[in-house]
């Protein structure tokens, strides 16, 4: 029932996400292999962009939610991110060398981080308190059918084209360009995100209204990001046990069908549920997804791994957004997504890099046992915050 509660503006921003995801994905399923393999980049520089590329998205979130408060509007920027994401796209298709790679995941991952704080913050501008969790989810569950029919489609077009990556890349142009097309179209901004006075959100009278509670959980969440690597290393994981280069973007399709299935009842289930069970809960899913992965020897283990992984992601995601705006002011809600996301993006560039010099070094078993022990002290620092967690 709380699903047709839910207001039209989360459903029309849910498939704005959906089509840009699976846009990145059809590209960023393949973007691993396709630099080790066609433009000869080594993992550690393929673990050094995609932490560059994942930590700048979540660190320009902090200057587009704090934009967001001062102006009292989150939809232009919302729409200047989704179109900045768009307009990379044909980058990667006519990229020669690694450099133009770097420049239009770096491009692609501003546009994200522009869009990010602002659209969360509306989110929980249109959604009514008791339906917040469920809301989030709701977002995160669409979301995350892009991030799987995204690398379906270019596993699909990788048979069909004998594995030409840049067939696909094009392709993948269309439908970020109809995501901000909808987004333009579909979603009218809340009396209550308009019509509020401009505040300045970094003035110290301000900051000092973002409570110990949300300090708090902005560190849980970098902590979990630093036990949390790229999703690259996935893909690379999967290739390295000897499947196909085509079907190798199928790891991040099952992932993501999990993700997408779950995300949305772990939301409803944390309206009403212990938000410290839920977030322990989903480390020992990752614990036993980066043991699994360790451990992997072929198809079945990587399934197994990648299964874990997801219901991790669609228990943690959802739930740790909805504390952010549990803990924040309304009028500040951008400012507090903005810095939550600047510690997680310092931590996951952080836990990025480390995966790709232990991959380098001492081989892919390596850098998910050492996950694994990071998730483990995350786990144990999760279990220790009950002040602000046990809350339901």
């Not at 089509?19 to 590209?27: A, F, G, K, P, R």
């Not at 036990?227 to 996935?234: D, Q, T, V």
């Not at 322990?280 to 990648?306: K, N, Y």
């Not at 739930?319 to 510690?343: E, I, K, S």
């Amino acid at each position: 029932m709380s699903a047709r509660r839910i207001p039209a503006g989360i459903w029309v921003l849910g498939f704005v996400s959906m089509l840009m995801d699976i846009s990145s994905e059809m590209i960023h399923g393949l973007l691993p292999m396709f630099m080790m393999t066609t433009l000869g980049a080594s993992a550690l520089l393929v673990g050094l962009l995609e932490g560059l590329a994942e930590s700048t998205a979540l660190i320009v979130k902090v200057f587009s939610g704090v934009l967001s408060d001062a102006i009292g509007r989150r939809k232009p920027l919302a729409v200047f991110g989704y179109g900045l994401g768009a307009a990379t796209k044909p980058l990667f298709a006519i990229a020669t060398g690694p450099a133009l790679v770097f420049t239009a995941r770096l491009l692609d991952r501003v546009g994200k981080g522009v869009r990010g704080a602002p659209r969360d913050a509306l989110v929980a501008d249109l959604a009514p308190a008791e339906l917040r969790g469920a809301a989030f989810g709701l977002r995160q569950s669409l979301d995350t059918v892009g991030a799987f029919l995204g690398p379906f489609l270019a596993v699909a077009l990788m048979l069909l084209t004998a594995d030409d990556f840049r067939v696909v890349f094009w392709v993948a142009v269309i439908p970020a360009v109809l995501a901000v097309a909808l987004l333009v179209m579909g979603v009218r901004e809340p009396v209550t995100a308009t019509g509020v006075p401009r505040i300045n959100p970094l003035a110290r009278a301000n900051l000092q209204r973002l409570s110990p509670a949300l300090r708090q959980v902005v560190m849980l969440g970098a902590v979990v990001s630093l036990a949390r690597f790229s999703e690259a290393f996935l893909v690379l994981r999967a290739q390295s046990t000897g499947i196909a280069m085509a079907f190798v973007p199928l790891v991040m399709v099952g992932m993501n069908i999990v993700y997408a299935a779950c995300a949305y009842p772990f939301g409803k289930w944390s309206d009403r549920m212990s938000s410290r069970s839920l977030l322990a809960g989903s480390l020992v899913f990752l614990i036993v997804a980066d043991v699994v992965l360790a451990l992997a020897r072929g198809p079945l283990w990587i399934a197994g791994g990648v299964l874990f992984w997801g219901l991790h992601m669609a228990m943690s995601q959802g739930l740790l957004a909805r504390m952010v705006a549990d803990h924040a002011p309304a009028d500040l809600r951008g400012t507090a997504f903005g810095v939550f996301n600047l510690a997680c993006g310092i931590a996951l560039l952080l836990a990025s890099v480390l995966a790709g010099f232990l991959w380098e070094a001492y081989g892919p078993a390596a850098t998910f046992w050492i996950g694994a022990a990071l998730a483990t002290l995350a786990l144990a620092l999760t279990l220790r915050r009950e002040a602000v967690i046990s809350v339901a």
